[in-house]
């Protein structure tokens, strides 16, 4: 009887231990999620600070080319007018409408782009080349932001969906859910056409 007892104690505390050690893992994680999501939205609203200037400097050289310069325009629109709320994370539609829309965006400025290469006066203006480079800068910016927040998705999502973790979860934070990731369009994996 004395032997079941401590068997029974062994297991309680080991149980103990075990919760106690990893409680704040899934606080810290979620914490470092938002911080990297806050990392992409950043860098994604300076791409649309700078879309004004790109525009009203390529409008001076392009006027003809103005279907594809309202397009930029009409993409960084709809980005803007989608709400960020925090529960965008654990929200599959909310999350897939964000990155439809900055996907658009991205394509739009591709087309863009394919427009100053048949300016070459365009492209030798200095202010030009400087916010060409500015978005290019921002374009990769944007690609680190959000390799890194998916790695912490991944770090956080396998915390809830692992042992002990898994546990830990079920018992303390109950209302911890995974988080979404990006995942590239069909669009976005088809090879760029370059038409000359």
């Given at each position: 009887m004395r032997s079941i007892f401590i068997t029974i104690g062994i297991i309680v505390l080991a149980?103990?231990?075990?919760?106690?050690t990893n409680i704040n893992n899934i606080p810290k994680?979620?914490?470092?999620?938002n911080a990297a999501w806050s990392q992409v939205q950043n860098q994604y609203k300076r791409r649309a600070d700078l879309i004004p200037n790109?525009?009203?400097?390529?409008?001076?050289?392009?006027?003809?080319?103005?279907?594809?310069?309202?397009?930029?325009?009409?993409?960084?629109a709809s980005v803007g007018k989608i709400n960020i709320s925090e529960n965008m994370l654990s929200n599959a539609q909310q999350f897939e409408q964000?990155?439809?829309?900055?996907?658009a965006l991205s394509s739009a400025l591709s087309r863009l782009m394919?427009?100053?290469?048949?300016?070459?006066?365009?492209?030798?203006?200095?202010?030009?080349?400087?916010?060409q480079s500015q978005?290019?800068?921002?374009?990769?910016?944007?690609?680190?932001a959000r390799r890194d927040y998916i790695q912490t998705?991944?770090?956080?999502?396998t915390e809830l969906r692992t042992y002990p973790g898994k546990?830990?979860?079920?018992?303390?934070y109950p209302e911890a859910k995974v988080k979404q990731n990006f995942t590239a369009s069909l669009q976005d994996q088809e090879t760029p056409k370059v038409n000359f």
């Open positions: 149980f103990i231990i075990l919760i106690t994680l979620d914490e470092n999620v790109l525009v009203a400097t390529v409008k001076g050289y392009a006027k003809h080319e103005k279907s594809t310069l309202e397009e930029v325009t009409k993409a960084r964000f990155q439809k829309a900055q996907g394919i427009v100053v290469e048949k300016y070459p006066q365009l492209k030798a203006d200095k202010n030009f080349l400087a916010l978005l290019e800068g921002t374009e990769n910016r944007i690609s680190v998705v991944k770090k956080y999502n546990i830990v979860a079920a018992i303390i």
